[in-house]
Every structure is written in structure tokens, then in C-alpha cells.
């Protein structure tokens, strides 16, 4: 990886990447793709990945904003983008990886700061526009150490890794915690049921999202046996049910760490690796990190009541890319970033999410913005008004559902919705449905209520 890093490193020196600059990057699931990560923060360059079922389209957006020196990209999909795109590709057909092959490795490490930025990862808002959050050295550095350390990573684990690395789950709490101890990882491209309870027997930590888990306990070869060697399951990204942390017990005899983070702030809490996990509760803060449950005005609430988690931490990002207003916006004075999630904390201080304050919906671990696809089906001729919503769904947690009142002027069908989307946006933030409603239920100031 060392070596391989190096010649990446080489390459994108010599396609003018320099320190500072942003790479996009939107590929498939490979060890190359780590490299490149490894390869960037080599040079000093800020690694953007990006999810690839976005579309072209929402790509154009993020290159815009964060005027990248290179795109990598997969061959055909991007090639219109007004930037330079280049292909990882395989060896021998004259792709960014053959040009790592033949470039004379940059062994060095780029000497930078603890506030410098590593990477940048965009995450959506409630107006629909994404926003580029900066995560530093520091930051990175900070939460790999501490989770390293309090999920108790050893010489002998080996990761089973079946996540997306285009996020900070799969991509920095994963590979991070495997890396600093040189540990090896078992690096499945997607997570297939049956791949992964092939391979379990040979792991001792996996790390996935509730729908992952979901799936695992659907396959009838997934019990005690299959998790033997395994000391470790941790979830996140999305809530799990009590339901399927009792299913999960009752089948393996096992408990799963859950622990709650975010894009900005890598993680926040974790349930003990000794002590008791509580279903249902996302665990203690890590070990740097002040947390607080406060009202609408920044001040605490009493121990057990309800409010918006604020955070301090050294994995509190540097702010969102070009967007002073929408930082300051988001913090309070002391440091404390408001996290627009609602819970509260027990007497023992573990947190308890309750819900958010914007109206996100979490599928399958995924976030998806309802104002983002309201925009697209509200232009839709016929359609008067939408709202998108999050219904309860057996596999993805939630599923995103649209609400469409028509204007009665032209016919509009669910198939030509749907279609309104091919194409704009990626297909995970599609409707699962489309319901007709007369009208909106609204509240006196007229906001939906959804
Ligand atoms: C795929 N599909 C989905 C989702 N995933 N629909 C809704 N929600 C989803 N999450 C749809 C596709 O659009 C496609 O639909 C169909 O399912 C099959 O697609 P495929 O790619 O084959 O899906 P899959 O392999 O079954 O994927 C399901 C998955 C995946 C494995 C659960 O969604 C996943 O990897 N989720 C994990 C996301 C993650 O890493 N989150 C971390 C971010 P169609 O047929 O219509 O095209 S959050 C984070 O990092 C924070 C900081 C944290 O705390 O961890």
C-alpha cells in the first residue's frame, strides 16, 4: 500500500495536483481507491469522494463548488464535465494507474499541519444544497486514535469490510482503525449477504449499517458459528431498532456496539466495549469530546429532558467549504456546533436520539434531503405541490415516500414523477412511492406538516 501510494503520488504530482488542491474522486469500491486516498493525503492534496450513484448531473455541482484540479472518475460517466477527468483504470491501458506504474514513486510524506485539510465530504441541507464539509489532519487523526483505542483494535484483529468508502463510516472509522495498527483487512467490493457470512469466519470486527445487519439476520446461515472469531460488531449511520439488536442477540448469542457521528464531526458517541450496551441508546461522548442536550437558545437542559445535541471535539470539523455564514450559522458561542439531532442524556450519561430537527430521512444509512427532490417533482407540469417524507421500511429503516397534490390542469402519472428524476438524481433518494393527496396538512404559520 506504502509503494502503491507512492506511485499514485507521482502520477497525480505529475498531472499538476498540488499541495491544497482538491481530488474528486468517483469510482468503484478497490484497494486502488485506497491508495488514492493514501496517495493524496501523501501530497498534501484534500481527497473529495463522492458517492457513485450520484449522477452526472449532481457531480457538476460539487466540481463547481469545489473546483477540483482532477476528477477521477469511471471511463464514460463524467466525460462532459468541464474539468480534467482521469481514469484509475487497470494496468496496461494507458489509465492513471498504468501512469502510477511507470512513475518514479514519491516516497516522501508531505509535511502538514494538524489544521491543514485531509479531505472534504459534501453533505446535503434542508434548502437542497450541499455543502462541502473540511475535515483537517487533526480531525482525522484524533477520532482514528480514539476509536482505536476504546473499541481496543489489536495486532491480531482483521476487519471484514464491506462499507462504500465515499464516506466517513466506511472510508475513515473502518480503514482508519484497521491502518494504525497495520492490521489486515478482508475488502469485499459491496456487501453481499452471503459474501460476508462467508468470510465472517475469518474476521474479528465488522462494522456496518442497521440495513446491513437486517440482511445478515435474513440469511439462515448467519448464527453463532458464522460469528465465532468475530469480538466485535459495531452500527451506525442509522438507528437500529431494539427489535434487531434482540434478534441479532437471540441468534448469536453477541451484542452489538452501536455509536452515532457525523460527516462533521466523525464520531461523537459509542456504546462501552466493557460495560453495558444499552439498545436503543447510542452510548457515552468518546473520550475528548463535550457534549450537551440544549433548547433553542444554546442553554442546557436538565439532566433526562429533551433538546438539540451540541458538541465540542477535536473531530469537530473546519467548517463548510466557502460557507462562512452557514458555519457561524451552525455554532454557538464556545466552540459548540449544533447538530440538528434531538435526544437526551441519562443520569449515567449515555444519549438517546429522538429525531432531528430538519426534516432528513435516513435510508438505508444514506441521508437524503426531501427538498432536494420536492424541486424536481414540484416542476413536473400538473403537479401543484409535493412533500417528501420518511415512512418506517423493513429494509432501509426508512424509505423515502412523495406526497403529490395535483393541479387538476394536466393528467400527471407516477411513471412520468419517476421519470422526472432519471437521471437528476441518484436513485437511492427516489420515491419507493408516489401517494396522490387533495391537499397538504399545514399548521397556522402554513408550514407542511409533515
Ligand atoms: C441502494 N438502494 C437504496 C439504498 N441503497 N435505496 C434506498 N436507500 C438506500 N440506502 C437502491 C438502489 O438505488 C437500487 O435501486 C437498489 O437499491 C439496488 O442498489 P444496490 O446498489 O445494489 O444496493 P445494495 O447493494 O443493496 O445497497 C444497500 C446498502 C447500501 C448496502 C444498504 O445502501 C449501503 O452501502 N449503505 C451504507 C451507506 C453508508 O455507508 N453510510 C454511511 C454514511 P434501483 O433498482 O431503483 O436503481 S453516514 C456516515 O458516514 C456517518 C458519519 C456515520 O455515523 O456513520
Given at each position: 500500500v506504502d509503494h502503491r501510494s507512492a506511485c499514485m503520488a507521482a502520477a497525480l504530482r505529475d498531472l499538476g495536483?498540488?499541495?491544497?488542491d482538491r481530488v474528486v474522486v468517483q469510482i468503484d469500491k478497490s484497494t486502488d481507491n485506497v491508495a488514492l486516498y493514501l496517495a493524496c493525503l501523501r501530497i498534501g492534496a484534500v481527497f473529495l469522494p463522492l458517492n457513485t450513484a450520484y449522477t452526472p448531473g449532481e457531480v457538476a455541482y460539487f466540481v463547481d463548488d469545489a473546483t477540483p484540479t482532477i476528477v477521477v472518475a469511471?471511463?464514460?460517466?463524467?466525460?462532459?464535465?468541464a474539468v480534467t477527468i482521469v481514469h484509475l483504470g487497470?494496468?496496461?491501458?494507458?489509465?492513471f494507474a498504468e501512469a502510477s506504474d511507470r512513475a518514479d514513486p514519491f516516497d516522501e510524506v508531505t509535511e502538514r499541519g494538524?489544521?491543514?485539510?485531509a479531505a472534504m465530504l459534501y453533505t446535503s441541507g434542508t434548502t437542497g444544497r450541499s455543502k462541502g464539509a473540511m475535515l483537517t489532519h487533526a480531525n482525522l487523526q484524533s477520532n482514528a486514535m480514539a476509536l482505536h483505542d476504546i473499541w481496543r483494535f489489536g495486532p491480531d484483529d482483521v476487519l471484514l469490510h464491506t462499507l462504500p468508502i465515499f464516506h466517513v463510516h466506511g472510508l475513515f472509522v473502518a480503514l482508519h482503525c484497521a491502518m494504525l495498527g497495520g492490521n489486515e483487512v478482508i475488502f469485499l467490493p459491496k456487501f453481499d449477504v452471503a459474501d460476508v457470512v462467508d468470510n465472517l469466519v475469518d474476521a474479528t470486527v465488522l462494522m456496518a449499517v442497521p440495513t446491513q445487519y437486517t440482511r445478515l439476520l435474513g440469511?439462515?446461515?448467519?448464527d453463532a458459528a458464522t460469528c465465532a472469531s468475530v469480538r466485535l460488531f459495531t452500527s451506525g449511520s442509522a438507528p437500529m431498532t431494539e427489535a434487531v439488536h434482540a434478534d441479532f442477540t437471540q441468534r448469536t448469542g453477541l451484542q452489538i456496539l452501536e455509536r452515532y457521528g457525523m460527516t462533521e464531526a466523525g464520531m461523537i458517541t459509542s456504546n462501552p466495549y466493557d460495560g453495558e450496551r444499552v439498545p436503543g441508546t447510542v452510548g457515552f461522548p468518546l473520550p475528548d469530546v463535550d457534549l450537551r442536550v440544549s433548547d433553542d437558545t444554546g442553554a442546557p437542559v436538565p439532566t433526562g429532558e429533551t433538546g438539540v445535541v451540541e458538541i465540542r471535539s477535536p473531530g469537530l470539523f473546519a467548517g463548510y467549504w466557502q460557507m462562512p455564514e452557514k458555519t457561524a450559522s451552525e455554532h454557538r458561542d464556545g466552540g459548540w456546533f449544533i447538530t440538528g439531532d434531538v435526544g437526551s442524556v441519562d443520569v449515567e450519561g449515555r444519549l438517546t436520539l429522538e429525531g432531528r430537527s430538519s426534516d432528513m430521512i435516513i435510508s438505508g444509512g444514506y441521508n437524503v434531503y426531501p427538498k432536494e427532490i420536492e424541486m424536481v417533482l414540484d416542476?413536473?407540469?400538473?403537479?401543484l405541490e409535493t412533500a417528501v417524507i420518511g415512512v418506517p421500511h423493513p429494509d432501509f429503516g426508512e424509505a423515502v415516500v412523495a406526497l403529490v397534490v395535483r393541479d387538476g390542469a394536466v393528467e400527471v402519472s407516477n411513471t412520468a414523477l419517476a421519470a422526472s428524476l432519471d437521471g437528476v438524481l441518484a436513485r437511492f433518494k427516489h420515491p419507493k412511492s408516489y401517494i396522490a393527496v387533495d391537499e397538504l396538512p399545514r399548521n397556522a404559520m402554513s408550514k407542511v406538516q409533515k
Open positions: 495536483v498540488a499541495v491544497g469511471r471511463p464514460g460517466t463524467l466525460d462532459g464535465l487497470t494496468d496496461g491501458d494507458g489509465s494538524a489544521d491543514d485539510l440469511d439462515a446461515r448467519f416542476e413536473v407540469p400538473g403537479v
